[in-house]
């Protein structure tokens, strides 16, 4: 199991997804290891929380096929829309991040 885009394992989730029997492939591993569909948009969200200068981001909707995630909706700048992505591809299991459905409200930025 590659770990995605970064080519950085969670290791700690990874040892919790270990413990299941078969262990989940990395994108659908939850938030605590185990089994679920929609596991890597869901630690995408969490680590999303955690970035405490991208509270602006209510308008953008994260959708998950497989290990791609979707972004989709309206940022208020080019930065903004950078960040998210790059938190994005950094979220172990992620192997395409796909913002070709975001507008951005302010392009002179």
């Known amino acids: 199991m590659t770990p995605g885009l970064t080519n950085t394992y969670d290791d700690a989730l990874r040892e919790k997804a270990g413990q ?4 989940p492939p990395p994108e659908y591993m ?3 290891g185990e089994y679920d ?5 869901r ?10 200068d991208l509270d602006a981001i209510d308008t953008l909707t994260l959708i998950q096929h497989g290990s791609t995630i979707q972004l989709m909706g309206q940022v208020s700048d080019r930065t903004t829309l950078e960040r998210v992505v790059d938190v ?3 979220v172990d299991g992620t192997r395409e991040v796909d913002s070709h459905h975001v507008a951005i409200a302010d392009k002179t930025l």
């Open 30 to 32: 939850g938030l605590e």
């Open 88 to 90: 994005a591809r950094r």
């Open 37 to 41: 569909t929609f596991g890597l948009v």
């Open 43 to 52: 630690r995408l969200a969490e680590a999303l929380d955690r970035e405490s």
């Open 20 to 23: 299941h029997v078969p262990p």
